[in-house]
């Protein structure tokens, strides 16, 4: 049920506990940059090769009968390029996607962040810039000066640096589909978030955010709040078209599942309005301090219809039921 990693929030230091990626998210992420065979698909941390993986399918799929030999000799060994820190996830990674069908996983050991390499022997063909970029940058860690150091917006959130290198590392034309913490999109007090989001929408047109359910990291063990961000390299971002799935109840026993997308599918080609979708321009957003978070001005209050009478009627009786009760343990006494 679940592919992918992301780093434990509010772990110290570079290293961390691991949680899975619902592969519900990785499906609908995949749908929607809808990778083609001749194109490079990439992920920075790539975890167990969650997001590689169900690219290798949908791409397999996607051809149909139209498949040649060369197709799948490319989509074998000249697609699927990724990066993973982690020394016991870096082999998981590699079974996986020889397991799923991909011959030579292109996958890079080491810090992407630090450049900092255990092991780059089947990376040394990889090409500087992505026609695809499917990731969850780890959030809610921390990365030292020498990490800092190769990017433009300093700062220890790893997500932020994770964020800059994925808009320098995805090739002009190409799309890049991602999982972040609602952090990223909100906070606007520090140089870094504010400066990285600026460089977002002045190189690359994020056409789409979709705003996740409260609980869908829940049954892997994070209760973070999360969006899905799609963006296309080379021109300047002039609106934005959300999606709001923040009001789809999400727990343990009822996971969320792809089926909630059905009406953000239907209407994502023309990034139509909805009760659940709008679109905010430019302007509105940097006058923001580019304040990205998901706000929808279609969402109705819910109200309580109750009377007074109605209200004090049930204080009264919950009352009632607590004296009754307190009466009870008295009498064990």
Known sequence: MYEGLLLKMGEKGNDGGQFFTPREVIRAVVRVVNPKVGQTVYDPCCGTGGFLAQAYDHMLTGLGRNATARHIDTLKRRTFFGRE????????ALANLILHGVDRPNLWHGNTLTGHEIYGGLFDDAPGQYDAILTNPPFGGKEGKEAQTNFAYKTSATQILFLQHVIDALADGGTCGM?????????????????????????CDLWCIVSLPPGVFTAAGAGVKTNLLFFTKGGPTERIWYYDLSGVKVTKKKPFVLSHMEEFFRLLPERADSERSWTVERAAIEAKNFDLKAVNPN???????????????????????????????????
Not at 179 to 191: A, C, H, P, Q, W
């Open 85 to 92: 820190k982690e020394n016991l996830i870096y082999p998981i």
């Open 179 to 203: 999982v972040v913490d609602e952090g990223v999109l909100f906070r606007t007090n520090e140089k870094a978030f504010v400066g990285t989001k600026r460089k977002l929408l002045d190189a």
């Open 299 to 333: 969402a109705k209050a819910e109200e309580d219809g109750r009377t007074p009478e109605e209200l004090l009627d049930l204080i009264e009786a919950k009352g009632k039921e607590v004296a009754d009760a307190i009466a009870a343990l008295r009498s064990t006494l």
